[in-house]
């Protein structure tokens, strides 16, 4: 549980920011069109890093929410994908938490720990790892239902709303839905709603991307704290 918990953390990076959302907007694009244009920006998608806050809620036994801040950075090389998140305050204190995915193995530090735990197993879920970032639409189709409910402004930026079911039963287990508001001309993601349960859910937003950029030499690295 402890696993799944943390990867889903890693693949939620997210924030609540973005100040001027407008209504939502009449639906102008069906899915296939959506998917076709993440498909054309997913083939330019290199390297990403973006300012992320995630929001961790909780509504049962008692309403609960953590929110964590930090930077999150993403690569690909052909098929070889790599995440690195950097978290610097949960709520409002700092914190040295950290999780990176690299080969197929994901490494998670918690804040203050000198202890950089493994995770071998996190292989068979990268495209759960790297979704909104870079994914085109055929790697989403397969491995998620999708539905197309919309479009949204946020500033600027026209993004997709898309509703993903996992394929995969197990993901399911754990991870009722993903809503995720998706610039498909870049082939990032603004804002995702991860539902875990009735529950639970985490709720993210991504700001301040750089697209293409040199990234610092330790976005995929972890060293003890002490």
């Given at each position: 549980?402890?696993f799944?918990?943390?990867?889903?953390?890693?693949?939620?990076?997210?924030?609540v920011l973005?100040?001027?959302?407008?209504?939502?907007?009449?639906?102008q694009?069906?899915?296939k069109?959506?998917?076709a244009r993440?498909?054309?920006a997913a083939?330019?998608f290199h390297s990403?890093?973006a300012?992320v806050?995630?929001?961790?809620?909780?509504?049962?036994?008692?309403?609960?929410k953590?929110?964590?801040k930090?930077?999150v950075?993403?690569?690909?090389?052909?098929?070889?994908?790599r995440?690195g998140?950097?978290?610097?305050?949960?709520?409002?204190?700092?914190?040295?938490?950290?999780y990176?995915?690299?080969?197929?193995?994901?490494?998670?530090r918690d804040?203050g720990?000198?202890?950089i735990?493994?995770?071998p197993?996190?292989?068979?879920f990268?495209?759960y790892?790297?979704?909104g970032?870079?994914?085109s639409?055929?790697?989403?189709?397969?491995?998620?239902?999708?539905k197309?409910i919309g479009s949204?402004?946020?500033g600027?930026v026209k993004?997709?709303?898309?509703?993903?079911?996992?394929?995969?039963?197990?993901?399911?287990?754990?991870?009722?839905k993903?809503?995720?508001w998706?610039d498909?001309?870049r082939?990032?993601?603004?804002?995702?709603v991860f539902?875990l349960?009735?529950?639970?859910?985490?709720v993210g937003?991504?700001?301040n991307f750089?697209?293409n950029?040199?990234l610092?030499?330790?976005a995929?690295?972890?060293?003890a704290e002490?």
């Amino acid at each position: 549980m402890r696993f799944r918990f943390k990867l889903v953390l890693v693949a939620t990076l997210s924030l609540v920011l973005l100040p001027s959302r407008a209504a939502l907007a009449a639906p102008q694009d069906d899915l296939k069109t959506v998917l076709a244009r993440l498909d054309a920006a997913a083939a330019s998608f290199h390297s990403l890093s973006a300012d992320v806050e995630l929001d961790v809620i909780a509504t049962d036994p008692m309403p609960d929410k953590d929110v964590f801040k930090g930077v999150v950075y993403y690569d690909r090389k052909g098929n070889a994908f790599r995440c690195g998140v950097h978290f610097s305050q949960h709520d409002g204190k700092p914190s040295t938490e950290a999780y990176t995915y690299v080969g197929g193995v994901l490494y998670l530090r918690d804040s203050g720990s000198d202890q950089i735990k493994p995770y071998p197993q996190a292989g068979k879920f990268e495209s759960y790892v790297m979704l909104g970032f870079g994914a085109s639409g055929k790697e989403l189709l397969a491995k998620w239902d999708i539905k197309y409910i919309g479009s949204e402004n946020f500033g600027s930026v026209k993004t997709a709303i898309l509703e993903l079911v996992a394929k995969d039963p197990d993901i399911r287990k754990n991870l009722s839905k993903v809503t995720i508001w998706v610039d498909p001309d870049r082939a990032v993601s603004l804002k995702q709603v991860f539902t875990l349960s009735a529950t639970s859910s985490k709720v993210g937003l991504y700001s301040n991307f750089k697209l293409n950029q040199s990234l610092p030499g330790d976005a995929f690295t972890l060293k003890a704290e002490h």
